[in-house]
Nanobody, 115 residues
Framework: QVQLVESGGGLVQAGGPLRLSCAASSNIFSFNYMGWYRQAPGKQRELVALIASSASTGYTDSAKGRFTISGDSAVNTVYLQMNNLKPEGTAVYYC?????????WGQGTQVTVSS
């Protein structure tokens, strides 16, 4: 059974940084891809960034230039470094591992950005 556990969320002032971690119970690069998603109150869950098994990465427009996704296979952890956070970034952030055809989700970690 695949388990993903997020950590690193919290309260941060606008403009500040925060790093999220997603610890996986298996090799992170055995997944087709792993990704960070977020869900703000009253909104649908949306993609933030992805890292493929090849280690190539992709970002949504809102994340480009401010967020960096990375993976460390030695500790089976995927990170999301978030810089210059904005109040609209307040959301629960989720880690997902996609191993075709299945998706595995973590429980989420709350990020609150104060203005």
């Amino acid at each position: 059974q695949v388990q993903l556990v997020e950590s690193g969320g919290g309260l941060v002032q606008a403009g500040g940084p925060l790093r999220l971690s997603c610890a996986a119970s298996s090799n992170i690069f055995s997944f087709n891809y792993m990704g960070w998603y977020r869900q703000a109150p009253g909104k649908q869950r949306e993609l933030v960034a992805l890292i493929a098994s090849s280690a190539s990465t992709g970002y949504t427009d809102s994340a480009k230039g401010r967020f960096t996704i990375s993976g460390d296979s030695a500790v089976n952890t995927v990170y999301l470094q978030m810089n210059n956070l904005k109040p609209e970034g307040t959301a629960v952030y989720y880690c997902k591992g996609h191993y075709r055809p299945n998706d595995y989700w973590g429980q989420g970690t709350q990020v609150t950005v104060s203005s």
